[in-house]
């Protein structure tokens, strides 16, 4: 199974190699990627799965597009 994922700003150095083909297994949830791909969860605020908001622990299926996002500051 393979999903798309985008690490944005801050954390895109943890962009995968195969961003549009990461291979997961069945089972996996978006915390066990954001474990592998070794983002630490206190820089990690939004995650979307398919364009929508989720928590860590949503199961992720073939085909899903993941979207990891820090915390952005501005003024």
């Known amino acids: 199974m393979n999903i798309t994922v985008k690490c ?4 895109s150095r943890f962009s995968p190699p195969d961003v549009d083909a990461y ?8 915390a066990a ?3 592998r ?5 206190e820089e990690l605020k939004l995650v979307f799965v398919n364009g ?16 990891l996002f820090p915390a952005v500051g501005g003024g």
């Open 8 to 11: 944005f700003a801050t954390l």
């Open 52 to 67: 929508a908001h989720a928590p860590l622990d949503t199961l992720l299926a073939d085909g899903d597009r993941v979207g």
């Open 23 to 30: 291979a997961i297994s069945p089972g996996d949830t978006v």
């Open 33 to 35: 990627v954001v474990a």
């Open 37 to 41: 791909l070794g983002i630490p969860e």
